[in-house]
């Protein structure tokens, strides 16, 4: 099960200033909306929540990376996003007071931080404005599901995975200006599942990459090293 602690608001401020949304709301509405947040530690593998289950708050990753995914009728895995440092997540029940949607579970060793629902009724009964903060958090969402539909069903092999690391390297948009991520946690199978490609397609393209100097592969994450070559290839 995780563990719960708590950590001073101005140990979090600092990574989670560099999500774009996070960012812009304001260090007062930034420290009013951890004023009851709590750490949660998870281990690899272990979930935090499933499908189904009651809304529990809002969450922030502030180190290691969580996948989001679901199990499909014949039992598959279906891997949709790994998300890592400091993107929020679980909006979409907190808006509409429904179920969780999809499955959640450590990708490895991560921190995160909840805020929860009492905390998010008392901030959204008290100040309308927060219902629009947490519609641009679901905008930003939608913008970079919409485009991801678009690059699986238009784009050849190397141009997808080419775009698909650089929108991961920018955390989709949602990254502060100038925040990039090189290095991103995930290996090639978790990247062919959010993608519809095989595993080996994904691996003779990713080496190729890594022969032209675009790329470096390790054990579970992707280096980019050529940004610019990956962009042109991708247009």
Not at 84 to 103: C, K, M, Q, Y
Not at 104 to 131: F, I, K, N, Q, Y
Not at 175 to 203: D, F, I, K, W, Y
Request: net charge neutral.
């Amino acid at each position: 099960m995780p563990s719960s602690g708590q950590s001073p608001i101005d140990d979090w401020l600092v990574p989670l200033q560099t999500g774009r949304w996070f960012a812009d709301l304001g260090e007062a509405a930034q420290r009013a909306l951890l004023a009851e947040a709590r750490c949660v530690t998870l281990s690899a593998g272990e979930a935090l929540f499933r499908r189904g289950d009651a809304c529990d708050g809002l969450y922030a990753v502030l180190d290691g990376a969580v996948r989001i995914g679901a199990v499909d009728a014949a039992g598959r895995d279906l891997l949709l996003q790994v998300l890592g440092a400091p993107h929020w997540f679980g909006e979409i029940a907190v808006i509409d007071g429904g179920l969780r949607t999809h499955d959640v579970s450590a990708r490895g060793d991560c921190r995160l931080l909840r805020v929860p629902m009492t905390a998010l009724h008392t901030l959204l009964t008290e100040d309308p404005l927060w219902w629009r903060h947490l519609g641009r958090l679901l905008a930003e969402k939608s913008r970079a599901l919409l485009a991801g539909l678009e690059q699986i069903a238009a784009l050849p092999a190397p141009q997808r995975i080419a775009q698909r690391l650089l929108a991961l390297a920018d955390g989709h948009g949602m990254l502060a200006p100038g925040v990039v991520q090189r290095r991103l946690a995930l290996n090639q199978e978790q990247l062919g599942a959010m993608l519809a490609l095989t595993r080996q397609t994904v691996s003779e393209t990713l080496r190729d990459f890594e022969t032209r100097g675009w790329v470096r592969r390790g054990y579970g994450q992707i280096e980019l090293l050529d940004p610019e070559a990956l962009r042109a290839l991708g247009r």
